[in-house]
C-alpha cells in the first residue's frame, strides 16, 4: 500500500527541519554557543577556532565567560589566549581563585580607543572576588593605549593587574605597557594581617614599559619575590613596597627616558604595621631621573616599626637626570632604622651617592636614633645636581642629630662636593678603584692576578686596591681562589666573578 501525500508531506517537512536545525548548529557563532573545551584548557581566539570566540568588540564579555567556566569547572585550570590576536576591551577582565590566564606571546589585551571609564582604581584585570587565592597570569602583552585616553596619567585610571585582597599571586613573563596607572599592584590595605598570613607573590620575567604610575607595586604585603624584570620608567617608580615584609627584589633591571621617580621606593607612614626583611640585591639601576633606590618613612611610628632593609651588590649609576627635581642620589634614606648597604657599585650619580635626607614635604619621622650601616661599598664620581648649587656629596647626613651613618671599608673617590658631609669613617679608602672600563659600565676591579671579562678571565697589568680590601668580618667564600681570604670592596665581593688576589 502506498503512502499518502500527505505522509509525504509531513516526512519532507521534518527532514526539512532536521536540516535546518543541523545548519544551524554548524553556522552560528561559536561566541554563542561555544566548542567543548577539553579539560584544563578554555581556548580563546578571533577565528572561530577557540572555545569562546571574539570579534574585536567588547572581547572582555567572551573572555570573562571562558574564566567563569573555569572557575565553576573544578576539572578546568585555565583560560588560554591564542595569538596573534588583538583583545579589544571595554570593561575588565575578572579572574577567579585557581585559575591560570595565559597566553601567547603575541595575544595582546588592549584598551579600546577612548574607553571613557573615569573611574579611578578600576583594573584592566582584577580578581573575581575579594580574598581569592592561587591566581597566575602570564605570558601575553597588555596595551594600555594611553595616548587614546582622555583620563590624565598617574591617577590611578585603567591599572593593569589590579588585585585587592589576593593570595598566592604569579605573574610572569608578562609584556605590559603605554599604562595611565599601575603595572601589577597587588594590595591588602590599611590590614595587618600580611605581619602573620603571608600573601605569596611572585613577579618575575616580565618587560614593563612606561607605565603611568608604579610598575610594580606591592602594598601590606608579605613573602613576595620581585625578579628577572626588565622595567623601564615613565612615572614614579618601578618597583614600589608599601609596608611589607619578606620581600626579595633581585636580578632587575631598571632604566628612564627621563622620566618618572625613584628606580626602587620603599615607603612606611602608618604607625602600627611593621616593615621588615627587605633584600634587595643584583640590580641594575641607570639614567633614572630622581632616586635610584628611596627608602622613606615619615610619620609618628616607633623607630623598629620601619628596619631590616639590605641593599647588597646592585650597580647603581648615572640618576638624578632631570634638570629641575632636587630629588636625586644613588640610595637615599630617610626614617628606616637599621638599614644595611654593602658590596655595591653607585658610580656617577647626581647629588649624592648614598644620604640621608629629610623631606618635610612627604613628613619627618618623630622617632630618633635612626642607624644606616654602609659597608663594602665604592661610591664614586658623584656629580653635583644641577638644582642643587654645590651638591656631589659620597656620603651625607642631613640629620646627624637624630641619624648615624656607621661606615665600614668602603671607596669612597673623586666627588664633586666632598667624599664626606656629617660622616666619617676610619677604615674607608678614597682611591681610584681601578675599575674595568667605566664606560662600559664594567665594574669588575683590575687585577694582574686575573679579572673576568666575559665569560673568561684576562690579566690587567694594574691591580686595584679595593681587592681584599672589605670588611674583615665580611663573607669571602664566593670568591675564587686565590681571594686573599678577604672580601673585595664593591659589586663583585664574595661573588665568583670576583677579581683575584695577588700573592703578597
Not at 148 to 154: A, L, R
Not at 270 to 275: F, K, Q, W, Y
Not at 276 to 299: F, K, L, P, Q, S
Request: charged share 20%; net charge negative; aromatic share 10%.
Amino acid at each position: 500500500m502506498g503512502m499518502s501525500g500527505d505522509y509525504k508531506i509531513k516526512t519532507h517537512i521534518k527532514d526539512l527541519i532536521l536540516s535546518i536545525i543541523i545548519i544551524y548548529f554548524i553556522l552560528i557563532p561559536s561566541k554563542i554557543i561555544p566548542n567543548t573545551p577539553e579539560a584544563p584548557i578554555v581556548y580563546v581566539d578571533t577565528d572561530g577556532s577557540g572555545n569562546y570566540n571574539c570579534d574585536g568588540k567588547n572581547d572582555h564579555i567572551e573572555i570573562n565567560q571562558a574564566l567563569s567556566f573555569v572557575n565553576s569547572n573544578p576539572d578546568f585550570t585555565t583560560v588560554y589566549l591564542n595569538g596573534s590576536n588583538t583583545y579589544w576591551i571595554n570593561d575588565t577582565i575578572y579572574i577567579g581563585s585557581n585559575t591560570i590566564l595565559e597566553g601567547d606571546p603575541d595575544a595582546v589585551i588592549k584598551l579600546i580607543n577612548h574607553a571613557n571609564w573615569g573611574i579611578k582604581y578600576k583594573g584592566l584585570i582584577e580578581a573575581k572576588n575579594n580574598r581569592a587565592k592561587n591566581i597566575t597570569i602570564r605570558g601575553f602583552e597588555i596595551d594600555g593605549n594611553c595616548r587614546n585616553q582622555s583620563e590624565g596619567i598617574g591617577n590611578s585610571y585603567y591599572n593593569m593587574i589590579n588585585l585587592k585582597e589576593s593570595y598566592n599571586v604569579t605573574v610572569n613573563d608578562m609584556y605590559l605597557h603605554d599604562g595611565l596607572g599601575d603595572g601589577i599592584k597587588v594590595f591588602h590595605d590599611y590590614s595587618r594581617e600580611y605581619e602573620t598570613v603571608p600573601t605569596n607573590i611572585n613577579i618575575y620575567n616580565n618587560k614593563i614599559f612606561e607605565i603611568g604610575h608604579d610598575a610594580v607595586w606591592l602594598k601590606h604585603s608579605s613573602n613576595a619575590s620581585i625578579y628577572n624584570n626588565d622595567i623601564t620608567i615613565k612615572a614614579d617608580a618601578a618597583i614600589r613596597l608599601t609596608e611589607t615584609m619578606h620581600i626579595k627584589i633581585f636580578n632587575n633591571t631598571i632604566t628612564s627616558n627621563n622620566k618618572g621617580y625613584a628606580g626602587i621606593e620603599l615607603n612606611k607612614k602608618m604607625t602600627g604595621p611593621v616593615m621588615d626583611d627587605i633584600e634587595i640585591y643584583d640590580n641594575t639601576i641607570y639614567h633614572i631621573r630622581a632616586w635610584g633606590i628611596w627608602v622613606v618613612g615619615y610619620g609618628g611610628y616607633e623607630r623598629d616599626k620601619a628596619r631590616g632593609v639590605w641593599i647588597h651588590h646592585n650597580t647603581i649609576y648615572d640618576t638624578g637626570t632631570s634638570s629641575s627635581l632636587h630629588e636625586a642620589g644613588g640610595i637615599v634614606v630617610q626614617g628606616f632604622n637599621n638599614t644595611i648597604i654593602e658590596n655595591n657599585v653607585i658610580d656617577g650619580n647626581r647629588k649624592y651617592g648614598i644620604a640621608y635626607e629629610l623631606y618635610p614635604r612627604y613628613g619627618i619621622p618623630t622617632d630618633k636614633g635612626f642607624v644606616t650601616i654602609v659597608r663594602n661599598n665604592i661610591i664614586s664620581n658623584t656629580i653635583p645636581n644641577l638644582p642643587d648649587s654645590g651638591s656631589g656629596w659620597g656620603i651625607k647626613d642631613y640629620d646627624p642629630s637624630n641619624h648615624t651613618f656607621i661606615l665600614e671599608n668602603n671607596c669612597i673617590y673623586n666627588s664633586a662636593a666632598a667624599n664626606y658631609e656629617n660622616a666619617s669613617s676610619t677604615t674607608d679608602l678614597n682611591v681610584n678603584p681601578l675599575f674595568a672600563d667605566v664606560s662600559k659600565r664594567d665594574y669588575h676591579l683590575k687585577s694582574a692576578a686575573g679579572r673576568f671579562s666575559d665569560g673568561q678571565w684576562v690579566l690587567d697589568r694594574k691591580t686595584s686596591l679595593l681587592i681584599d680590601a672589605g670588611n674583615s668580618l665580611s663573607k669571602y667564600s664566593n670568591e675564587p681562589d686565590p681571594n686573599g681570604n678577604r672580601t673585595n670592596i664593591g659589586r663583585y665581593g664574595n661573588t665568583a666573578e670576583a677579581s683575584k688576589s695577588v700573592s703578597k
